[in-house]
């Protein structure tokens, strides 16, 4: 083993990766299982290599390896020690580890970060816990994570939502690591925000910037911050209602940026295209994509303003309400529509006129939804008689 520890330190020191490659090929298909073989001497080698060549400290490794170098010679190193993974589970997990931190160490250059965030994911993706590593319930589920938190950054919410699957499943399996449950919950809170779950979102951050479980100032008020983001660009109707009015009735958002524009969602207010813009620039990058010539705020804004106007107007025209909304009229008509048949909004549509007839608050209906009722209610007793005639007179054809 000293001879072993001597190489591997000469090697490194002259920054030879080809024979350090060599090296870890000869280690891990040593024969034998004495004091000299593969079960005793491999595995500690192998630990002195991660432990020599990840020293990235210029004093205690001043000839070692910078990271665009570190990271060409582990991903060499990776497929010689997967062919043994069952043999050596934990040292392959530990280099997975280093190549990830490898990678994780450019997220100050925006520019290249989103490809190595990508490659850390699928590195640590691509490990089994069940090929016989020793890691307990709390590092798997920080490994996951990793995982997931690499997705995410590399704009893959797919991925980091199954990876979040699989940490959900021990996390209850670690009731004292406090810092890691709340980690799990802004985790699993990041991917509902990513993949535009914006009420799910909005409601995690929220209990997240109230959890006692977690001490940083910073973090509580960035989970606020985007509870207050989500709130705004999630569908307009109930849901989004009641989240909007528990933010508002919490005096922390009152100091946020985001206050102005919350605050008139919250009271029903039309909002103008002057503050949509303006409180654009406080989205974050993933929450700026457009779908069908509209950005997500302005798709939010103008179910809002559809709901708003409900609570403003008793009925109105359809051309009157496309100018509301900044819309052309057969666009308007199909979002009142959609927002109707999905429950977010109490109204009829008169097509023959043009008219949209919004539902009084005060009795719940309107004369046009009530003509509708009496309709229907006709119909199902014009059919109930009809069943009951079959049944005594089977000959009887309606």
């Known amino acids: 083993m000293p001879a072993y520890k001597a190489y591997i330190k000469e090697l490194n020191d002259k920054q030879d990766s080809a024979s350090l490659v060599k090296l870890i090929e000869h280690l891990v298909n040593v024969e034998g299982s004495d004091s000299h073989g593969r079960v005793y001497i491999t595995p500690a080698a192998l630990d002195n290599f991660l432990e020599v060549v990840a020293e990235m400290d210029e004093k205690k490794n001043p000839n070692g390896f910078v990271v665009d170098d570190l990271i060409p010679l582990l991903e060499k190193v990776l497929p010689i020690l ?114 535009r779950k914006f009420q799910d979102a909005a409601m995690r951050y929220l209990q997240i910037s109230q959890s006692s479980e977690i001490k940083d100032d910073g973090k509580i008020v960035e ?38 524009m919350l605050e008139k969602m919250f009271k029903g207010f039309i909002i103008r295209k002057a503050e949509v813009d303006s409180f654009s620039s406080l989205l974050l990058e993933h929450q700026r994509v457009t779908s069908k010539g509209q950005s997500l705020l302005q798709q939010a804004v103008v179910e809002h303003n559809m709901l708003a106007a409900s609570q403003i107007y008793r009925n109105i025209h359809i051309s009157q309400l496309a100018v509301l909304l900044d819309l052309p009229p057969a666009k308007a008509e199909k979002l009142a529509w959609k927002m109707i048949e999905q429950g977010r909004m109490k109204a009829v549509i008169d097509q023959v006129e043009g008219f949209v007839e ?13 003509w509708d009722v009496q309709i229907q209610d006709t119909c199902v007793q014009v059919n109930d008689a009809l069943e009951a005639i079959a049944k005594r007179h089977p000959t009887f054809k309606a």
């Not at 979040?164 to 991917?191: G, M, N, T, W, Y």
């Not at 989500?230 to 009015?245: E, W």
């Not at 919004?358 to 009530?370: D, I, Q």
Request: with cysteine.
């Open 82 to 195: 997967r062919k043994k993974e069952e043999d050596f589970p934990d040292q392959l997990m530990r280099t997975i580890k280093i190549l990830s931190q490898s990678h994780e160490s450019y997220s100050d250059n925006p520019k290249v970060y989103k490809e190595h965030a990508k490659a850390a994911a699928f590195a640590l993706g691509s490990f089994n816990f069940e090929k016989g590593s020793s890691a307990g319930f709390a590092e798997q589920v920080g490994w996951y994570l990793d995982t997931a938190e690499f997705y995410l950054d590399a704009d893959i919410p797919g991925s980091a939502s199954q990876q979040v699957k699989k940490a959900h499943r021990l996390v209850s399996e670690i009731p004292d690591k406090k810092d890691l449950r709340a980690r799990f919950k802004l985790c699993s809170a990041r991917v509902a925000d990513a993949e």
């Open 223 to 260: 989970a606020l911050k985007r509870s207050v983001l989500c709130a705004v660009l999630a569908a307009a109707g109930p849901a989004r209602s009641r989240t909007l009015a528990m933010l508002y009735s919490d005096e922390r958002t009152r100091s946020l940026p985001s206050f102005p």
């Open 358 to 370: 919004f539902l009084v608050a005060e009795s719940g209906t309107s004369s046009m939804y009530a």
